[in-house]
Every structure is written in C-alpha cells, then in structure tokens.
C-alpha cells in the first residue's frame, strides 16, 4: 500500500502539468487578439471599409438616380452587388492572407504548435475576425446608399444572403489558397492584389461584364467574383438564381479549399 501511494501521487502530478485543451475563454482571447492586430492596421482598413464607399457614392452621383424599374434604381442593381462583393473579396482575398504570411513568417504559428492553443485557432480567430469586417463593410456601404440615395434591398433578400453567404465561402479558398503559397507578406500582399483585381475586373468591376468581350465574359461568369455579382443581381430583380452560379461557388469553395488545405504549412 506504501509503494502505491508515492505512485498514485505521481500520476496526479502528471495530470496536473498536462495540457488542458483550451477552452472558450481561451477561444474569445484569441480572437479579441486578432481583432486587436486588424484594427491596428489602418491602412489595411481602407481597402475594405472606405474604398467601397467611395466608389459607391461616385457611381450614385453619376447615374444612381436611373430607374431600372417602377421600384428600383441602377444604383439597386448594378452598383451595391458589386460594391458588397469588393468589400467580401478585399478582407478574404487580400487582408485576411497577409496575417495568415506574416504570423508563419514570424513563427507565431510555429511556437502555437507546441502549446495548447492550436495554430488552428488562429485560422479561426481570424476568420471570425475578417467576417466582422464584411458584415461592417457591407453594413456602412448600405447605410450609405440607403440614407444618401435612397437605395433598395433586394427583392429576394433571403436569396440574396444565401447568395453573399456561398460567395464569402468562395472568395474565402481562394484566400487561403493565397496564404498556403504566399511564402512571405509581401508575396502574399502581391498575390492577393492580383487576385482581386482579376477577379474583380472579370467580375464587372470595372465597366460591367456585359461590356466583356464575349470570351471573358464567359470566364467571368464560372469565377467566384463574377458569379456573385450575377446572382446577387438575380435576387435583387427577383429572379431565380441561375444553377451556373450556385454550381461555379461550391466549386471554386471545394477546389480553392482543398488545395488550400493540401498546400498550406504553418512554418
């Protein structure tokens, strides 16, 4: 019975020093941390929360005021989809693998590795993090044309999320894509900006895709970008959104993701 006791003493020393797997609170720290490093970029908060606006209220002074139907205006339709969808793709396609670059360069991730708090739990503190982001990009860009230009919602506005919602998973593996290759910040920077701004002119951005000549038109359309803003167009008319579109966004979801996922070194 002695010599169980100095054992039994042991094992519960043991237990003791092992690592707990962390807990919400732990979860919450991580992710006030990420909020806290976004916020301290400044600059990085332009691209997201003040460019959209900008050329929103540029776009409304030129032509907002063009009715497209009894209800809704040019501004409606063609110009909030694509300036909601330029806020989702600058936090998911240029911010978000930046961090993701500069924490492996620093190896923040490598020294989470050896700690309870998983270098996974940074890939979700920061996700959680950038969807803020959106959701008060798109909030301030709606605000804006809704109170200066008196903009619409959609005619379909649960279609419209489930629209916004595939596209945030979509812009989102491209993202990452973006991090698992990028092996420095200022790699990740430079391929995030080409990112966007391909997608973004092939998406419309730049003039409207129907002013595409026809084969990038057709491009633009089957790329994450592209497909968002039609289908978002599609809600805000009321009409059913084309399968092409829901099919282009769980593809682009699946394909960026796993090669992501297959790609991507925390070191």
């Known amino acids: 019975m002695s010599s169980t006791h100095p054992q039994r003493e042991l094992q519960e020393e043991l237990a003791a020093v092992r690592p707990h797997s962390p807990g919400p609170r732990a979860w919450w720290r991580m992710t006030v941390a990420e909020a806290k490093m976004v916020v301290r970029d400044t600059a990085g908060l332009i691209l997201p929360l003040g460019m959209p606006v900008l050329i929103l209220v540029m776009q409304?002074?030129?032509?907002?005021?063009?009715?497209?139907?009894?209800?809704?205006?040019?501004?409606?339709?063609?110009?909030l989809p694509l300036m909601l969808l330029m806020v989702v793709a600058s936090v998911a396609v240029v911010n978000m693998p930046s961090f993701l670059a500069t924490y492996r360069k620093t190896h923040i991730l490598r020294r989470l590795a050896v700690t309870p708090a998983s270098p996974a739990m940074v890939l979700v503190a920061q996700a959680v993090v950038s969807v803020v982001q959106i959701v008060v990009g798109i909030v301030l860009a709606f605000t804006v044309a809704s109170v200066l230009f008196d903009a619409s919602l959609p005619t379909d506005v649960v279609v419209a999320l489930a629209v916004m919602g595939a596209a945030i998973a979509s812009l989102y593996a491209i993202g990452m894509l973006v991090a698992a290759v990028s092996p420095t910040p200022n790699a990740s920077l430079a391929l995030g900006l080409i990112a966007f701004f391909g997608l973004a002119a092939l998406g419309g951005l730049f003039g409207g895709m129907q002013n595409l000549p026809e084969t990038l038109q057709s491009i633009g359309v089957w790329l994450p970008f592209g497909a968002a803003v039609e289908g978002l167009q599609q809600a805000w008319l009321g009409q059913t959104v084309d399968g092409q579109i829901w099919v282009a966004l769980a593809l682009w979801t699946a394909v960026g993701g796993g090669a992501a996922a297959l790609l991507f070194r925390w070191e």
């Open 60 to 79: 409304a002074l030129a032509f907002g005021d063009e009715a497209l139907t009894d209800e809704l205006s040019v501004l409606d339709v063609y110009v």
